[in-house]
Nanobody
Framework: QVQLVESGGGNVQPGGSLRLSCVAS????????MGWYRQTPGSQRDWAAL???????RYQDSVKGRFTISRDNAKNAVYLQMDSLKSEETAIYFC?????????WGQGTQVTVSS
């Protein structure tokens, strides 16, 4: 069984930065896509940033220029550097990976942007 463990969430003031990390453990063959989603209360979970096997990235328009997704294949890890955070980006952030053609989700980490 594969598990994803996230870290790096917390409280930050508007304009501040946070770096989220997500590491996979367990019986892992190959990992293809990785990404970060976020969800606010009463809303659906939406993707924020994705990264493919070769490092190709995609970002939602709302985070372009402020968020940077990266991966370390040797560590089975994905990261999200978030800069210039806005209060409306307060949410639970979830990482996901496609491991051996199966989507696996982390438990989520809370990010609160507030003064």
């Amino acid at each position: 069984q594969v598990q994803l463990v996230e870290s790096g969430g917390g409280n930050v003031q508007p304009g501040g930065s946070l770096r989220l990390s997500c590491v996979a453990s367990g019986n892992i063959g190959s990992i293809t896509s990785m990404g970060w989603y976020r969800q606010t209360p009463g809303s659906q979970r939406d993707w924020a940033a994705l990264i493919g096997t070769t490092g190709t990235t995609r970002y939602q328009d709302s985070v372009k220029g402020r968020f940077t997704i990266s991966r370390d294949n040797a560590k089975n890890a994905v990261y999200l550097q978030m800069d210039s955070l806005k209060s409306e980006e307060t949410a639970i952030y979830f990482c996901f990976m496609v491991v051996d053609m199966t989507s696996v989700w982390g438990q989520g980490t809370q990010v609160t942007v507030s003064s």
